[in-house]
């Protein structure tokens, strides 16, 4: 982690305790209270991974927990808006993805256990990025080389911090190092290919898409479900991500889609076919 310079000024965001009167509006906003409560989790585990120091396991568990129970009441849409509304930057899709992991996991009906996992997983995903710039991790646009080099060993970086420094489950620990892996072997950081990708880091990999594409950045609007959905349509057809974990996803954010791949296939072939005869 040395290697790598730490980045001060994102830290210091993250340091800076909410002034009380924001902290009121964020409190009383829906959902709310879950969203402070694992924005508050999130900054520990950053400030913990550039300090070295000790992860608070209980408060990610407990965190989780609310968010699942608050997604579960008010809806995953409404959460995500408090989110975006209220939270910045890496900050802002670390929650996100724990929100989308949240709807996912309460709209399909996965045991307590998995559902648990899936979340602290997705708050855990980005730590690593603690170690990485911020004018990095915030750049408009297209990353040069070098620079995505760096992006690249965030999942190693947060993996080896959480394994020496928390008792986690070996599933949320593969999530977290493996979340950027793609079924084809063009992910990083191992390459891995859809036999050696497991079940919940699959999961967690659409999740993380999809709230990348639904993020409000300074630089982008946040795009609705719909278009999040397509986007890893896509990401589908070309082999990158899981359809039937993009499928089950999408049908939690109302957007039904066709069983298989094969029918999703056809479905779009068709009027091609059609405007060809
Ligand atoms: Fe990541
Ligand atoms: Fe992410």
């Given at each position: 982690?040395?290697?790598?310079?730490?980045?001060?000024?994102?830290?210091?965001?993250?340091?800076?305790?909410?002034?009380?009167?924001?902290?009121?509006?964020?409190?009383?906003?829906?959902?709310?209270?879950?969203?402070?409560?694992?924005?508050?989790?999130?900054?520990?585990?950053?400030?913990?991974?550039?300090?070295?120091?000790?992860?608070?396991?209980?408060?990610i568990t407990h965190s989780s927990q609310e968010v699942l129970a608050d997604v579960s009441a008010i809806g995953g849409e409404r959460w995500l808006d408090t989110v975006r509304e209220h939270h910045e930057g890496t900050f802002q899709h670390c929650l996100l993805v724990a929100g989308v992991a949240a709807t996912y996991a309460t709209r399909n009906?996965?045991?307590?256990?998995?559902?648990?996992?899936?979340?602290?997983?997705?708050?855990?995903h980005d730590v690593g990025k603690?170690?990485?710039?911020?004018?990095?991790?915030?750049?408009?646009?297209?990353?040069?080389?070098?620079e995505f080099a760096v992006i690249k060993r965030h999942p190693r970086l947060g993996y080896d911090y959480l394994k020496s420094h928390a008792e986690l489950p070996e599933a949320v620990l593969d999530a977290v190092l493996h979340?950027?892996?793609?079924?084809?072997?063009?992910?990083?950081?191992?390459?891995?290919?859809a036999d050696r990708i497991a079940p919940l880091t699959r999961i967690l990999t659409v999740c993380d898409v999809f709230a990348a594409n639904v993020e409000q950045r300074s630089y982008k609007s946040a795009q609705p479900a719909s278009s999040a959905v397509m986007a890893l349509v896509d990401m589908a057809l070309r082999s990158r991500v899981d359809y039937e974990a993009v499928r089950r996803l999408a049908s939690a954010f109302d957007v039904p889609l066709p069983g298989t791949l094969e029918e999703l296939a056809a479905s779009l072939s068709q009027p091609i076919r059609a405007r060809a005869g």
């Open positions: 982690m040395s290697e790598l310079r730490r980045d001060l000024s994102s830290l210091a965001e993250l340091a800076t305790p909410i002034p009380p009167a924001k902290r009121a509006v964020i409190a009383a906003a829906p959902g709310g209270k879950s969203a402070l409560s694992a924005g508050k989790a999130i900054a520990g585990l950053f400030q913990g991974l550039a300090g070295d120091r000790p992860i608070d396991s209980d408060m009906g996965l045991n307590p256990y998995i559902a648990a996992s899936l979340v602290n997983a997705a708050l855990l603690a170690s990485i710039p911020q004018q990095i991790l915030d750049k408009p646009g297209k990353l040069t080389e070098s979340h950027h892996e793609a079924l084809d072997g063009s992910g990083y950081p191992d390459g891995l290919t």
